[in-house]
């Protein structure tokens, strides 16, 4: 305490010494004995233009550019292998079965991977968080290419999507940088790399598994990966508000400006991230989102239904263009249609944001027009999910042109991505900054789902033989995907009671 309080003394022109415990300064007329000024936690408000908001706007889209390409990458390598399975059940002699667990177990491990990395990237920042994940997903490519027996490319596959980040992350930049009301441009730019990348996949193996070795659909990963990483370390600063903020309390205090100013986590030790209760309560955090928040938990399950009933039609693509003829190559060429429907239904939602947004501004105390509104495409777009599978289905023979199948997944390409828009803007503005733990459960449910019918794609086709073998296990699809569509309605017009039955949005409501 006494050392405290010399180090508090300070000298006065007006003594002729340096006042000490022992001889008390009392010609002084000030106090002498200077008490450690109090730590005042800073806040967004008084400090709004060091936040992401305040980037100008070029700055906001090179962050989502490179953004768009982080997120590309890492669905990237969910698909890819796929054109590496049947080398691999040769190579290792292990059956096709095995060979497709290198897929599911990556979209299992990545579905926990979404939750995991999530709330961490609040507390500790997105660059540090996306830049661990990266080099995590970067090396555990090398087991794969390397492995010197089968079970080195299970682990690495595992480890793979366990490290990646996913769309929890990125999408969490986006409220970052964007306020609710101005996030829907940069919202949909992230959810086409999303969905894009998954159909980038099929499209590039068609030709490596034709023309390389196996081992490149995971070395054209790396290199990607590798490339990216860079550009994110290069390009991208910080978001995050609270490390913003932290930053900026260091350079009041260096500079003088205030001494007392903290920022929000500058107090908190990192035993207080370590001890157990306090590491479990960050890690669980999406978990309980997914479990305990109704607008968490039906939109996570509504858009993880759609993603993996079209996961599951995509897996009939090899054997619906073989009766076509289709090599390798032509089959993965065969994914250009989806890929078009994403690119049409990212320019269908551009005048759709801009009703949206022009009827907020009307009705700005209206919570349907707030919220509700973003889901209003939805009462047009979901339907062409049913439709098209039943076209996908019933055209699926050699007695039509190939091009009428293809036709059909315009219409599923425009559903999945109108489904995952929708979801993920109505979220991110019912949850603001900790939008990323609630985007984690819509990819905990779209990864999870997608890998757990990784193994169930073969053995489900393989149920239903016979003529109308395939058209039937489409149509099936169909019927089940008729109950998304029912619940995007319910969703719509129960949005609003939904939210009264969450504690954590009616709390951020008031904030």
Request: hydrophobic share 50%; glycine share 8%.
């Amino acid at each position: 305490m006494d050392s405290e309080i010399t180090r508090g003394s300070f000298y006065d022109s007006s003594c002729t010494e340096i006042p000490s415990k022992e001889t008390p300064a009392v010609t002084f007329n000030e106090n002498v004995w200077a008490t450690p000024p109090q730590r005042v936690i800073i806040t967004a408000e008084e400090y709004p233009e060091v936040l992401g908001y305040a980037f100008p706007k070029w700055k906001k889209w090179l962050i989502l550019c490179v953004i768009f390409l982080v997120q590309t990458s890492m669905n990237f390598n969910t698909s890819l292998y796929a054109n590496a399975q049947e080398a691999i059940s040769k190579g290792f002699g292990v059956s096709s079965t095995a060979a497709v667990t290198g897929a599911a177990l990556f979209l299992v491990f990545y579905a926990f991977g979404c939750e995991l990395w999530a709330p961490w990237s609040e507390e500790f920042g997105r660059v540090v968080v996306l830049q661990a994940s990266l080099f995590l997903v970067n090396m555990f490519c090398l087991p794969v290419v390397l492995a010197p027996q089968f079970v080195s490319i299970l682990v690495g596959r595992s480890f793979g999507g366990l490290f990646s980040a996913g769309g929890s992350v990125t999408l969490g930049m986006v409220a970052d940088l964007f306020r609710s009301d101005n996030q829907e441009n940069a919202i949909a730019f992230i959810v086409l790399s999303s969905v894009g990348g998954s159909i980038i996949g099929p499209i590039v193996g068609g030709f490596v598994e034709t023309y390389l070795s196996w081992h490149w659909t995971i070395w054209i990963q790396l290199i990607f990966g590798v490339s990216v990483q860079i550009l994110h370390l290069v390009l991208v600063p910080e978001t995050r508000s609270t490390v913003l903020l932290d930053r900026h309390a260091k350079s009041l205090r260096k500079s003088g400006a205030r001494s007392n100013a903290y920022g929000p986590n500058e107090l908190k030790t990192w035993r207080e991230y370590l001890v157990p209760r306090e590491l479990f309560s960050v890690w669980l955090r999406p978990f309980k989102m997914f479990i305990t928040e109704p607008i968490v938990s039906v939109l996570s399950a509504l858009s993880g239904f759609s993603d993996a009933l079209i996961f599951m039609q995509i897996q009939s693509f090899g054997l619906v263009f073989k009766q076509w003829n289709f090599t390798k190559i032509d089959t993965g060429l065969a994914f250009l249609p989806i890929g078009i429907a994403y690119v049409l239904a990212f320019l269908i939602f551009i005048p759709i944001i801009r009703r949206n947004r022009a009827l907020r501004q009307k009705h700005p105390q209206s919570e349907h027009a707030q919220y509700e509104s973003r889901m209003w495409c939805l009462l047009y777009l979901a339907p062409c999910l049913p439709v098209g599978l039943l076209i996908f289905a019933w055209t699926s023979t050699p007695l039509v042109h190939w091009i009428a199948p293809m036709v059909g997944c315009l219409f599923i390409g425009i559903a999945n991505y109108a489904i995952y828009m929708a979801t993920i803007d109505y979220m991110i503005a019912a949850y603001g900054p900790y939008s990323a733990s609630a985007t984690g459960g819509n990819g905990f449910a779209r990864d999870f789902l997608a890998g757990m019918l990784t193994w169930a794609a073969a053995p489900y086709y393989n149920s239903f033989q016979g003529r109308f073998g395939l058209q039937i296990a489409n149509t099936v699809l169909a019927a089940v995907s008729l109950i998304l569509v029912a619940a995007t309605f319910v969703i719509y017009f129960k949005g609003p009671s939904m939210r009264r039955r969450s504690p954590f949005a009616q709390q951020l409501s008031h904030m």
